[in-house]
């Protein structure tokens, strides 16, 4: 008996894919109103399984992360019996024929335009070849990629709302990508290399994470965004909030007045402001999220594809009221 579900995704292959027992089947467009009563306009997909052996659970991590979105995750676990719980509705746009869904065809055989947006001339990997290599990782890396999806989910539907759980963001990520670094060694007793009587570690951090990520990237620009991003992240935000309770402030009425127009938030900037702009620290974790994703997608397609990090941009404008003096400020992220 086959177990088949219909769920969003933002890619959606122009043919049907075989993979071992598993079938992905092209769709038609849907909405989905989620647990924030949000509106998606997504594409679709069918996944469809031979029998109940639970093969779409870990499938569903390794779609959601090649479509970088959560929908996948979330619709398959909602049951759909309530109007929060991820329905899923066909897409109409009679009303308004401005309303587009968001989907990415690609070629089965050819997946990676899809996964690295704006990559020139990725190299050619499929659908299936990219799955097969996933399902063979370990453990570890398995539970690192759901902390992955559980980092980005913990700011959501909260109750204590003026606790912001930004810098336990950034922990449960930097654990991602810290549990994709080769164990720990430990000397016991007194070690002939360095002398030291004490039970310590022989691992060179430095070496593992050149070894892991910082020699995989060619470009020097690049390659030093990606190390600001993760120094900052580990040294001084992981380490204090782990040890010594380190939370952000409140920063949603700490930024500045944003100028009419558009205003980019770039790595230098993100890092310089976090602390006093919500913005900022926004972008940094989405940086952040990147540097995750593409380490990610790294242990299996393999193919040593690091982007530059792109930050986030604001939408502001001004609206004045000609019957008093009361003037509106409108920021779109």
Known sequence: MNNSRRLPSYIVPMEEIVLDKLRVIPAEPVIVNDDWQRNHRSGSIIIEEDGHN????????????????????YALHAKGEEASSFQINEFDNEDNVNLVPRVINFDSEDLLPAVYLDYEEPPEVSYKKAYDAYIKQGNVYFSALKNYFVAQDINF?????????????????????????????????????????????????????????????????????????????????????????????????????????????????????????????????????????????????????????????????????????????????
């Not at 639970?54 to 995750?73: K, M, Q, T």
Request: proline share 5%.
């Open 54 to 73: 639970g093969l779409i659970d870990n499938w569903v991590y390794f779609h959601a992360l090649l479509a970088d979105s959560r929908l996948p995750v």
């Open 157 to 333: 539907n909260k109750r204590l709302r003026n606790i912001d759980n930004s810098y336990w963001q950034i922990v449960m990520l930097v654990s991602t990508l810290e549990a994709l670094l080769p164990p720990p060694v430990f000397c016991k007793g007194k070690c002939e290399t360095c002398g030291k009587g004490l039970s310590h570690v022989l691992n060179d951090p430095g070496k593992d994470w050149n070894e892991l990520l910082f020699n995989k990237i060619t470009d020097k620009k690049i390659r030093k965004q990606y190390r600001d991003v993760l120094d900052e992240a580990r040294y001084k935000i992981r380490n204090d909030t782990v040890h010594n309770g380190l939370a952000p402030g409140n920063t949603f009425w700490k930024s500045p007045s944003l100028p009419d127009g558009v205003t980019e938030y770039t790595t230098t900037k993100s890092l310089e402001k976090y602390k006093t702009d919500r913005y900022s620290l926004e972008s940094f974790i989405d940086q952040l999220k990147q540097v995750c994703r593409y380490l990610l997608l790294n242990q299996f397609i393999v193919c040593d594809i690091f982007p530059s990090l792109k930050g986030i941009e604001v939408h502001s404008f001004s609206a004045t009221s000609t019957e008093s003096n009361f003037t509106m400020n409108i920021e779109i992220n």
